[in-house]
């Protein structure tokens, strides 16, 4: 099954790259590409100079932060669906992207000391997190989370409400309203490091606490009675994911539904257990976004459609489908 999702990524990797206002045939992207990494002409240039620039310095670079940011939201709700053991839970159930977003339009409509506005969001994200954790205490039964997050979210997007509804500048509103429905076309090369790095971190964790998942999916008290500490790991799921979350907000914005529907399609490929389930959801999070953000570039030539707009249109009759199919999880068929 990872061979097969691997050869779809790569499929999937080079169409992302190939197509756009300008088609480039698919041996001349990798021609590029090893032309660029090896540092010399391994292939003798048949292309013009543009299109070795739209290639390697504009498509792959987006098609890599699709992958990253596929593979992290979906490597985070498989997180978030054990801590809460919620079918339902996504990467944003704790208010995550509500506190980013309410921290990017700060920095969008008032400067904030010139504070990026990446910087602004991953704040807000980690003020959400703290928020949450406080208003808890202690308490990190499935429902108490779930709960506070609903109401930090609430209370975050109010005030982004209130500063939308408030400032008159429409070029500042269409932007924050563009970046509220996330883009990946910012991407550069010096962008790529920061996501591949938590998401290595943020994968390799999952994976050393795999047995951990599993059992924290059969319910708590089982796993108290078989020696986790269920406060003290849920903890640290929290804190990863907000790093993973907050990391990746920061730099596309809000897409959503791909960390709620890929885990799930996962499970019906390699059932629950986390030590196969977690590289699977990566790598198939990871494709998903980057076909996903391909049709969002080319459906409507040449402008660009959000691609949290678009990732919630299939995303949504999709989830349906799952729901009225039935599926696995936490060892039960729902």
Not at 63 to 82: D, E, N, P, R, Y
Not at 113 to 130: D, P, Q, Y
Not at 238 to 261: D, W
Not at 327 to 333: K, L, S
């Amino acid at each position: 099954m990872k061979k097969m999702a691997f050869i779809i990524f790569l499929i999937v990797f080079t169409v992302a790259i190939s197509l756009g206002a300008v088609d480039i045939p698919f041996l001349t992207v990798w021609k590029i590409a090893a032309n660029n990494i090896s540092g010399s002409e391994i292939f003798h240039p048949q292309w013009s100079r543009g299109m070795g620039v739209i290639v390697w310095k504009i498509r792959f670079p987006r098609a890599i932060l699709s992958f990253l940011t596929g593979g992290t939201l979906a490597l985070v709700g498989v997180l978030m669906q054990a801590v809460t053991k919620n079918p339902l839970s996504d990467p944003y159930i704790l208010g995550i992207s509500s506190g980013a977003s309410t921290g990017a339009v700060l920095c969008m409509f008032f400067g904030l000391g010139g504070l990026s506005v990446g910087g602004g969001a991953f704040i807000g994200a980690f003020l959400a997190t703290i928020m949450v954790i406080g208003l808890t205490k202690g308490d990190y039964s499935s429902s108490r989370l779930v709960l506070t997050g609903i109401a930090v979210s609430a209370l975050f997007s109010s005030i982004t409400s209130i500063m939308i509804y408030l400032v008159k500048d429409e070029s500042k509103v269409r932007n924050a309203v563009f970046w509220m429905a996330g883009s990946l076309g910012g991407a550069q090369w010096g962008l790529l490091l920061l996501p591949a790095a938590v998401l290595l971190l943020g994968g390799g964790a999952g994976i050393l606490l795999h047995k951990e998942l599993d059992t924290l999916l059969l319910g708590e008290e089982e796993a108290r009675v078989l020696g986790i500490d269920t406060t003290r790991l849920k903890l640290l799921l929290i804190g990863v994911s907000s790093i993973l979350t907050g990391t990746i907000v920061a730099i596309t914005g809000t897409i959503g539904f791909v960390g709620m529907i890929i885990p799930h399609i996962s499970r019906r490929l390699t059932g629950s257990g986390h030590r196969q389930l977690i590289p699977l959801v990566v790598l198939i999070g990871g494709t998903f976004m980057a076909g996903a953000d391909t049709l969002a570039r080319i459906v409507f030539t040449p402008e660009e459609l959000p691609i949290g707009i678009l990732t919630s249109a299939l995303g949504g009759p999709f989830f349906l489908w799952i729901i009225r199919r039935g599926y696995a999880f936490g060892g039960q068929r729902a």
